[in-house]
């Protein structure tokens, strides 16, 4: 289904809000593909989300499902202290600190029930039997995968296709062992040394996720064999996404480096430097989704002041590079870019 559109472009599923249904209908009807982010929704607002594509768009789309992981057992208390410090200074309260799995199996419920055409998958593999009931009911499955034993995994579990992210990616890293390892990076691969290590594991069609803002990016993800590119930054500054006022503006002005922390969630994620992520980062322990829910009041806070130095500023590396403008027209821009990027590669090699 995602093969068959007739732009090779997908909408990344952005959780957080960022992923609205009109985001992801735009970028449909521009010839496209969108994700709603499942992550963090409550059931009734992902059904909401779910029927509002619907009545905005009859072109199909997919929805993204945070598999869950172990629950951490650390004490979390010196962390805390340093979120409490925090919460103070923003006048709020911590967070509970608490372990759920997301109402991960009342979302496949519901997604299997409203027929959602594509199912991603993020943080972990599907166990097979949930692949095998969302084939009977006519759903693709999409697993996110940055390793090649990752995708062997996934192809072993009935996966249709896989999202191939690189480190370039911005928000959290896919990865199913959420280790010190991966903290500390482990051996992360850029997207197209991913697409070529986990073309040579598994036979399955790849979506090629991390980095990819302009045309070229895409037209070098396609000659390198993916199916279609994943874009998430690109889409940041687009009219249709719900991303907050203040990341905006820090996306415009280009200024920032980027890191990736375990800052504000326990899991590790690329987004603009800042305070929080400067000063928490090397403390923040393995313990998802714990930390995100700690942190969560301060993110907020910090939002509705305009502070930018304790938000969760997530983005890829080459964020700089995204524009602003209707999501179709982003969609539109960078296939025009990538035609005319693949028609100059075509000269060179004569």
Not at 35 to 52: K, N, P, V
Not at 97 to 126: M, N
Not at 132 to 144: M, N, S
Not at 246 to 265: H, N
Request: proline residues 5%.
């Amino acid at each position: 289904m995602i093969e068959q559109r007739s732009a090779p472009v997908i909408a990344a599923p952005m959780a957080g809000g960022v992923s609205t249904p009109e985001l992801v209908a735009a970028v449909g009807g521009a010839g496209g593909f969108g994700f709603l982010a499942a992550g963090y929704l409550a059931e009734d607002d992902l059904t909401g989300q779910i029927r509002r594509v619907r009545e905005l768009s009859a072109e199909p789309f997919g929805v993204n499902l945070f598999v869950p992981g172990p629950r951490c057992e650390d004490d979390l208390a010196d962390y805390r202290a340093r979120v409490e410090a925090e919460a103070a200074r923003h006048g709020v309260q911590a967070g509970s600190g608490h372990w759920d799995d997301d109402h991960y199996q009342a979302k496949v419920e519901l997604v299997i029930a409203e027929r959602v055409p594509v199912v991603s998958f993020t943080f972990g593999c599907p166990e097979p039997s949930t692949v095998g009931r969302l084939h009977e009911a006519g759903i693709e499955v999409v697993c996110t995968v940055t390793t090649p034993e990752e995708a062997r995994r996934a192809a072993a579990a009935g996966a249709d296709l896989l999202s191939v992210q690189g480190s370039e990616a911005g928000g959290h890293r896919a990865v199913f062992e959420d280790d010190e390892e991966s903290a500390a990076g482990g051996e992360l691969f850029g997207v197209l040394g991913a697409l070529r290590v986990i073309a040579g594991a598994v036979d399955l069609p790849l979506i090629a996720a991390g980095g990819i803002v302009s045309g070229a990016d895409l037209a070098a993800v396609l000659a390198a064999g993916a199916v279609a590119g994943q874009l998430g930054t690109a889409f940041l500054r687009s009219d249709e996404a719900g991303t907050a006022p203040t990341q905006r503006a820090e996306l415009a002005a280009g200024t920032r480096d980027t890191a990736i922390t375990r800052a504000f969630s326990g899991r590790p994620a690329r987004g603009l430097v800042n305070r929080f992520l400067r000063e928490h980062g090397p403390h923040a322990p393995a313990a998802y989704p714990q930390l995100h829910h700690l942190t969560k009041p301060v993110r907020g806070a910090a939002g509705r002041a305009g502070d930018p130095e304790a938000m969760s500023l997530w983005a890829g590396q080459t964020y700089a590079q995204a524009t602003s403008g209707p999501a179709a027209e982003v969609v539109r821009s960078v296939v025009e870019q990538a035609r005319a990027a693949l028609a100059a590669a075509r000269d060179r090699l004569g």
